[in-house]
């Protein structure tokens, strides 16, 4: 029997002004990480009510366009050549290849298909490729989101002009921890992309990865900085490190599943306009912590079995947690 608790419904764009409640210190955003646990929740799920309906999850699907081969040192990322992950290098896929695979997205449910590639930044002729992509899967009716690497101007345009609706660009982490998971490129080089990509006129999506060994006040720096940007970014994806065998972060101690839960919820009070996503390490979390996650307020998932190169929880077990949950597609 098909379980309809998944369900496509019309896309809806968020719209919002800059946040009125901040900026954000580093300060005040640990001292909500520090709060009782249910008071954090309680406040966290109040902000969301007031902003969404509580209980409809936006669906996303990622596609992996590009696999492997990226020149960057990330000590997170399977696909950088500097990490020996057994990740092969691929060549950029076809229109046709990326339709069918938008097409079954939307079938599922999926109302946003995000396409990535494992790149530095991208050659204007990469671009041109990518925005025929973009035009496929506007074509089919759905948002579409890129994830490429750092742009110019003129490459942010392009994109906006094929008609792309968000571009990702997370920051990973606070600039204080920054240098210990990257050093081929440095923060201002991300924010820089970010400006280009508002200039061009398209949505944010933003956001950063815990669990790689930071404390929580470098928690509380990354959701500082992502807060503060003007204005904070319409999409927010909240990843939990997936450790890969053979990168620099693999055998780290794991992150314990409450201080995700807590990142989620202070996240939703200090952009409480945002879709906060919760992304990469979904499928280790089980159903409970899940549950609490939406509860604090989050309120976007990617959605089937793989992102980029790690695998997310399948279709069906989506299905059957959305009809636990009461929760539908937004």
């Not at 995000?114 to 002729?125: E, I, L």
């Not at 409450?258 to 009070?269: D, G, P």
């Given at each position: 029997m098909t379980n309809t608790a998944i369900t496509a419904q019309p896309v809806q764009v968020v719209r919002r002004a800059a946040p009125s409640t901040g900026p954000w210190t580093v300060e005040a955003v640990q001292a909500l990480l520090d709060l009782p646990f249910a008071d954090l929740l309680y406040r966290a799920q109040t902000v969301h009510r007031e902003h969404f309906d509580a209980n409809e999850v936006q669906l996303s699907t990622l596609l992996s366009i590009k696999t492997g081969g990226c020149p960057e040192d990330c000590a997170y990322c399977p696909q950088s050549v500097h990490h020996d992950t057994g990740v092969e290098a691929g060549k950029l896929l076809d229109v046709e290849a990326v339709k069918a695979a938008a097409a079954a997205a939307r079938e599922q449910g999926a109302t946003r298909?995000?396409?990535?590639?494992?790149?530095?930044?991208?050659?204007?002729?990469?671009?041109?490729?990518v925005a025929e992509l973009v035009r496929s899967v506007k074509a089919l009716g759905m948002e579409a989101c890129c994830t490429l690497g750092m742009l110019t101007d003129e490459q942010a345009r392009t994109l906006k002009e094929a008609g792309l609706d968000y571009y990702n660009h997370n920051l990973d982490t606070a600039p204080e921890a920054y240098g210990r998971i990257i050093t081929t490129r440095d923060y201002q080089d991300r924010l820089d992309t970010l400006e280009r990509v508002r200039a061009a006129g398209m949505h944010v999506c933003c956001g950063g990865i815990v669990g790689m060994g930071e404390s929580r006040r470098e928690r509380a720096g990354l959701i500082a900085q992502l807060a503060n940007l003007d204005p904070y970014p319409e999409s927010v994806p909240i990843n939990h490190l997936v450790q890969v065998e053979g990168t620099p972060l693999h055998g780290l101690e794991p992150l314990?599943?409450?201080?995700?839960?807590?990142?989620?919820?202070?996240?939703?009070?200090?952009m409480p306009r945002a879709r906060v996503r919760l992304s990469a390490g979904r499928q280790q979390m089980g159903e409970a912590v899940q549950a609490l996650c939406f509860l604090a307020g989050a309120n976007s998932i990617f959605y089937g079995d793989k992102l980029l190169t790690t695998g997310n929880p399948d279709w069906e077990r989506d299905q059957a947690l959305f009809a636990k949950l009461g929760l539908t597609a937004a």
């Open positions: 298909f995000c396409m990535g590639a494992a790149w530095r930044a991208p050659k204007d002729r990469d671009i041109e490729k314990d599943p409450l201080e995700f839960v807590r990142t989620i919820a202070v996240a939703r009070i200090t």
